[in-house]
């Protein structure tokens, strides 16, 4: 038995300081993880944190992010990535860091005018939000090299000025009960990718934009909006 017609190449990520490659199975992301960016979204900060989904082969790494169609108000997200060595369900969260492969930098692009709509009929997300390269990355730091990914500066600059600044700190669910929350509601796998929320502050951008993000301890994310 053979393949009908050649497969698509497997996602992957680069691992820094590595030849080999990061293969992605699925990538989850946090909404609203952030009290200061659930505010700014009209949000309620007294409800939970959910998750929606992007496609593994959304990611682009080559810092190049060509504009979407279908969109006029096509948004910025900065957000701690991390990557997952093994999985599971229902990890506890004392367990969870064991399951940590690396951390990267990535951008959860967004197509706001088609969120807003989708919010508003109560349909699904993925035309906003799962889209061909929707999810600039950078190569995964493995845990080892990251000293605490718990705390420390995440922002993005566009074209110089600073747009979007937080803490890792200031998350509603920290990395540990992500992954056990998550882990109650789907099989988590080698290879899945978890988007952690974004901070207050995020904006429109157009073609020309050239994106400076950083998270500390990970490094700097550098998307050129084409
Ligand atoms: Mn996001």
């Not at 053979?2 to 992301?29: E, M, W």
Request: net charge neutral.
């Amino acid at each position: 038995m053979t393949y009908a017609f050649t497969p698509v190449p497997q996602p992957t990520l680069p691992i820094k300081g590595s030849d080999n490659l990061f293969p992605i199975h699925r990538i989850y992301c946090v909404g609203r993880n952030y009290a200061e960016h659930t505010k700014e979204m009209g949000g309620d900060t007294k409800d939970p944190p959910f998750f929606f989904q992007k496609n593994p082969d959304n990611i682009v790494t080559d810092g190049k992010f060509p504009y979407p169609p279908a969109t006029q108000n096509l948004h910025f997200e900065i957000e701690l990535v991390v990557g997952l060595k093994s999985g599971g369900v229902n990890i506890k969260p004392a367990d969870a860091m064991g399951h940590v492969f690396g951390y990267a930098v990535g951008i959860d692009m967004t197509r706001r005018d088609l969120q807003d709509v989708a919010k508003k009929l109560a349909r699904p997300w993925e035309v906003a939000k799962a889209f061909e390269a929707s999810a600039p990355c950078t190569a995964l730091v493995p845990a080892a090299q990251v000293a605490d990914p718990s705390k420390g500066a995440i922002w993005v600059d566009v074209n110089g000025e600073r747009r979007q600044t937080g803490d890792l700190s200031q998350m509603i669910w920290d990395i540990p009960n992500q992954i056990a929350f998550l882990s109650t509601l789907f099989e988590l796998k080698s290879g899945d990718l978890i988007f952690t929320g974004t901070p207050a502050g995020v904006g429109a951008i157009k073609k020309g934009d050239k994106l400076k993000g950083h998270v500390a301890g990970v490094g700097d994310l550098e998307v050129a909006v084409i």
